[in-house]
């Protein structure tokens, strides 16, 4: 694999941007190897500048699953674009990527489109904040929820990968507001609720945890936080940025059966383009300003070409709903990474669902971050460079997700089973 055009590319780019990046897992510090910088893309495939071609299973972290650069999206994206990129007022087509959402969630009567995915969580919070007249807010140790200050503590993704779990800059009166407890236990969740009864405005979770590697939810989890918040006037919000439109077409609630109170949405939503969105019952989201006080803005909210790109994205899921393929192609690939290790003598655990999974150098269940943190992150920077010289991409750590997209195909599936069985440890 050749190498000089992304290692001049990446001098260059550390003299003008910190880290040479402009989100900190890109940087590939955690794996032990100078990032690539990409060409193009297609289908399942990323090409770098060096002219590599690998299959992707990071897919943008996770926005792409219908594959890159879609005909059908890019399509829409032309003929919006050549109306204009942006107006800040409103469009029709705004208002048909929220019907989309309210349609795809019971749990959601009304949407705001924004940005990105931490402006969805940031303004979920603040919304939650100012519906209930409360301060504190729930969050469990190794999710992530984009970089908000106060969600800054024990949080997964980026920071779990460099071991910096929480974040200087925070100031120490926004982390007080912030109370922590292990995923998976509602117990603890339990135990704070009554200790700060009538304080917490909200516990926020990832339903099917995507940053500290994939964690599932244990039966009943779900269930008992949505019983606890209802008990104490405590909002739930899901935050559905990865699971949303990713784990089926009403994301992980309707897989589990739970509502929340407020869910948060990007990535698929916008087809590979910024966006994200908070949405929820009509009595909770009409308290955003205009029509309440709690104020939420933004110059590109709800951009006619991004949302262009997102409304094609949701029509081609609901057409081909290739949900079910996702995940059988996901778990035969799962099913054959587990045995190539296992007859390597390779201590390693997959937690799979839908067309998202984590593989753990770990031989205990990970249900948690203390479960996850015990994985053997040396191990995994060997595999992720041996994957990538043999033409497959992997998220640069062992505290992310890896993802599927409709342009996966069996072939690729077994270049990549290839590709372990060659490993030399
Ligand atoms: P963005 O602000 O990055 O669009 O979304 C933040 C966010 C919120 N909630 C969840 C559950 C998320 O996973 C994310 C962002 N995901 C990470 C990857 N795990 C983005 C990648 C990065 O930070 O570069």
């Given at each position: 694999m050749k190498n000089s055009k992304n290692m001049q590319l990446f001098k260059q780019a550390q003299k003008v941007i910190p880290g040479g990046v402009n989100s900190p897992v890109r940087a590939f510090k955690s794996v032990g190897a100078s990032p690539i910088f990409i060409q193009k893309a297609k289908g399942a495939y990323l090409w770098d500048e060096d002219g590599n071609r690998y299959i992707d299973y990071c897919l943008s972290w996770g926005p792409l699953i219908l594959g890159h650069a879609d005909r059908r999206v890019l399509a829409e994206v032309k003929k919006n674009m050549a109306n204009g990129t942006s107006y800040g007022i409103p469009t029709a087509i705004e208002t048909q990527l929220a019907e989309m959402i309210v349609?795809?969630?019971?749990?959601?009567?009304?949407?705001?489109?924004?940005?990105?995915?931490?402006?969805?969580?940031?303004?979920?919070?603040?919304?939650?904040?100012?519906?209930?007249?409360?301060?504190?807010i729930i969050k469990f140790i190794g999710c992530y929820h984009g970089h908000v200050d106060s969600l800054l503590v024990s949080a997964g993704s980026g920071l779990m990968t460099l071991g910096t779990p929480s974040s200087p800059g925070v100031p120490k009166d926004f982390a007080q507001n912030t109370l922590l407890a292990p995923y998976n236990d509602a117990d603890a969740v339990e135990r704070l609720l009554a200790k700060y009864a009538g304080q917490v405005a909200a516990v926020i979770v990832e339903p099917v945890a995507g940053n500290m590697g994939t964690v599932l939810p244990e039966p009943g989890f779900l269930k008992k936080l949505r019983n606890l918040c209802?008990?104490?006037?405590?909002?739930?919000?899901?935050?559905?940025?990865?699971?949303?439109?990713?784990?089926?077409?009403?994301?992980?609630?309707t897989v589990y059966k739970v509502k929340p109170d407020l869910t948060t949405l990007g990535k698929i939503i916008g087809g590979g383009f910024p966006i994200g969105a908070v949405g929820g019952k009509a009595a909770i989201m009409d308290k955003l300003s205009p029509q309440g006080s709690i104020y939420q803005a933004g110059t590109l909210s709800g951009n006619p070409v991004c949302v262009a790109a997102g409304i094609a994205t949701l029509k081609q899921l609901r057409a081909l709903n290739p949900y079910k393929k996702l995940g059988s192609l996901t778990e035969r690939l799962c099913g054959g990474i587990c045995q190539t290790l296992a007859a390597k003598g390779i201590p390693n655990t997959i937690n799979q669902i839908g067309s998202m999974f984590t593989l753990f150098f770990n031989d205990a269940a990970v249900t948690d971050y203390d479960t996850?943190?015990?994985?053997?992150?040396?191990?995994?920077?060997?595999?992720?460079?041996?994957?990538?010289?043999?033409?497959?991409?992997?998220p640069p750590s062992q505290f992310e997700a890896n993802f599927l997209s409709a342009a996966h195909t069996e072939k690729h599936l077994d270049q990549t089973l290839k590709a372990i069985d060659k490993w030399k440890l």
């Open positions: 349609a795809a969630f019971d749990s959601i009567d009304k949407v705001r489109l924004v940005s990105s995915g931490t402006e969805a969580v940031m303004t979920a919070i603040r919304l939650a904040r100012g519906a209930t007249g409360r301060d504190k209802t008990k104490n006037k405590t909002l739930l919000i899901f935050d559905e940025v990865i699971s949303g439109f990713r784990l089926c077409y009403g994301g992980a609630q996850a943190a015990k994985s053997d992150t040396k191990r995994y920077a060997r595999y992720f460079q041996h994957m990538l010289e043999s033409e497959i991409y992997l």
